[in-house]
């Protein structure tokens, strides 16, 4: 016979009255660690422990839960346990509202102190001096490529990575009206303006397209003035009471940005393998012929895949160029370990910008 209405909601109740009392349980185990963890000096966050329990209970799961709820639900717990020992101050591309707040909520969980900023150079600053323990700058997106400017600190930072996110993107056109009509102005951040250009070029080739230091500033600012627009999230029209005037606007329905988490290595050390992990590092090679061939020769030859291969001019005025390599694998991998090693001895300049479990 089938259950009532009444009958199910009493059911759920019951349930849920038992998931308070384990999570009460696990947070009173979370406590004790934390204790351990104070006692010996070790660190808080553990970004490879937490993908490696999340990992697991996708694996463990064969009920109605899908594994990205899964993930979405137990970075919150483990988020709100953590904040029981003290919240993590994470800086960010502010202000309210931005992808990369988003972003910086899905890695860490809602249980922390956020320090939204005005630039990638402030959130870098905020993660160096100790303002914030940690950073979330965007790396690269799968329309317009890497984020320039992130490499470029990256390059001279003592900061490291030590996480990754990847969200997608999905782009709305904002403002106080919910109409195309009379839109003088679409103001957002470079990267969004041309991920949305061809949208932009169809529907309001006669507006001026004005780049601001973030899509969540320039919501705030549509919101000052009727006859201007902002490309930014559902969640930062919501934070300034904006109209979705056109959803999803981004040429591409694909749309993705990677956002790397950043730290001192005193705040976290080189998180242990998973894995699954990702290496990333920058490199120079001497300006001959065939450098940047036998520059890839040890990957081949110890079997490490390369996912990403970007170069930035090394502003030496002689033509040299740095080059940002994503490794499959972690250092302390035999393999990975070796082909370093040989790459080391090839290079004029090397840097391993971190190393770090992949995103979910």
Same mark, same amino acid.
């Given at each position: 016979?089938?259950?009532?209405?009444?009958?199910?909601?009493?059911?759920?109740?019951?349930?849920?009255?038992?998931? /308070? !009392?384990?999570? =009460?349980?696990? $947070?009173?185990?979370?406590?004790?660690?934390?204790? &351990?963890? @104070?006692?010996?000096? #070790?660190?808080?966050?553990?970004?490879?422990?937490?993908?490696?329990?999340?990992?697991? /209970? !996708?694996?463990? =799961?064969?009920? $109605?839960?899908?594994?990205?709820?899964?993930?979405? &639900?137990? @970075?919150?717990?483990? #988020?709100?346990?953590?904040?029981?020992?003290?919240?993590?101050?994470?800086?960010?591309?502010?202000?309210?509202?931005?992808?990369?707040?988003?972003?910086?909520?899905?890695?860490?969980?809602?249980?922390?102190?956020?320090?939204?900023?005005?630039?990638?150079?402030?959130?870098?600053?905020?993660?160096?001096?100790?303002?914030?323990?940690?950073?979330?700058?965007?790396?690269?997106?799968?329309?317009?490529?890497?984020?320039?400017?992130?490499?470029?600190?990256?390059?001279?930072?003592?900061?490291?990575?030590?996480?990754?996110?990847?969200?997608?993107?999905?782009?709305?056109?904002?403002?106080?009206?919910?109409?195309?009509?009379?839109?003088?102005?679409?103001?957002?951040?470079?990267?969004?303006?041309?991920?949305?250009?061809?949208?932009?070029?169809?529907?309001?080739?006669?507006?001026?397209?004005?780049?601001?230091?973030?899509?969540?500033?320039?919501?705030?600012?549509?919101?000052?003035?009727?006859?201007?627009?902002?490309?930014?999230?559902?969640?930062?029209?919501?934070?300034?009471?904006?109209?979705?005037?056109?959803?999803?606007?981004?040429?591409?329905?694909?749309?993705?940005?990677?956002?790397?988490?950043?730290?001192?290595?005193?705040?976290?050390?080189?998180?242990?393998?998973?894995?699954?992990?990702?290496?990333?590092?920058?490199?120079?090679?001497?300006?001959?012929?065939?450098?940047?061939?036998?520059?890839?020769?040890?990957?081949?030859?110890?079997?490490?895949?390369?996912?990403?291969?970007?170069?930035?001019?090394?502003?030496?005025?002689?033509?040299?160029?740095?080059?940002?390599?994503?490794?499959?694998?972690?250092?302390?991998?035999?393999?990975?370990?070796?082909?370093?090693?040989?790459?080391?001895?090839?290079?004029?300049?090397?840097?391993?910008?971190?190393?770090?479990?992949?995103?979910?």
């Amino acid at each position: 016979m089938a259950r009532t209405l009444p009958e199910l909601r009493a059911l759920i109740d019951a349930v849920d009255l038992e998931l /308070l !009392q384990l999570l =009460n349980k696990r $947070a009173g185990y979370a406590n004790e660690v934390g204790e &351990i963890k @104070r006692h010996e000096g #070790s660190v808080v966050f553990r970004p490879e422990r937490e993908a490696q329990v999340i990992a697991g /209970l !996708q694996k463990a =799961n064969d009920g $109605a839960l899908r594994d990205e709820n899964i993930a979405v &639900i137990w @970075r919150e717990i483990m #988020s709100a346990c953590r904040a029981l020992e003290a919240p993590q101050r994470v800086a960010y591309l502010g202000p309210f509202g931005t992808f990369t707040e988003e972003a910086a909520l899905r890695f860490f969980g809602s249980s922390i102190h956020k320090i939204p900023c005005n630039s990638f150079d402030e959130v870098f600053h905020a993660a160096t001096c100790g303002n914030a323990q940690y950073g979330v700058v965007a790396l690269e997106n799968s329309t317009e490529g890497v984020v320039t400017r992130t490499l470029d600190l990256l390059l001279h930072s003592p900061l490291h990575i030590v996480g990754e996110i990847s969200l997608l993107i999905r782009h709305q056109l904002l403002r106080s009206t919910n109409s195309l009509d009379g839109i003088e102005v679409v103001l957002a951040h470079p990267q969004a303006l041309a991920q949305c250009q061809e949208w932009l070029n169809t529907h309001l080739p006669h507006a001026e397209r004005r780049a601001v230091s973030s899509n969540a500033e320039g919501a705030r600012l549509a919101a000052t003035n009727p006859a201007w627009a902002g490309i930014a999230s559902e969640r930062a029209g919501s934070e300034f009471g904006l109209h979705i005037a056109a959803h999803a606007i981004q040429d591409d329905p694909f749309n993705r940005t990677r956002f790397a988490v950043i730290c001192l290595p005193s705040v976290l050390p080189v998180p242990q393998a998973t894995g699954r992990d990702c290496t990333s590092l920058v490199v120079s090679v001497p300006n001959r012929p065939g450098a940047v061939h036998d520059m890839l020769v040890p990957l081949k030859k110890h079997g490490v895949s390369m996912t990403r291969f970007e170069s930035r001019p090394a502003r030496s005025g002689q033509w040299e160029y740095h080059f940002f390599i994503d490794l499959q694998g972690h250092p302390s991998e035999p393999h990975v370990a070796a082909a370093l090693a040989d790459l080391q001895n090839l290079c004029a300049f090397y840097k391993i910008l971190g190393a770090y479990p992949l995103a979910d």
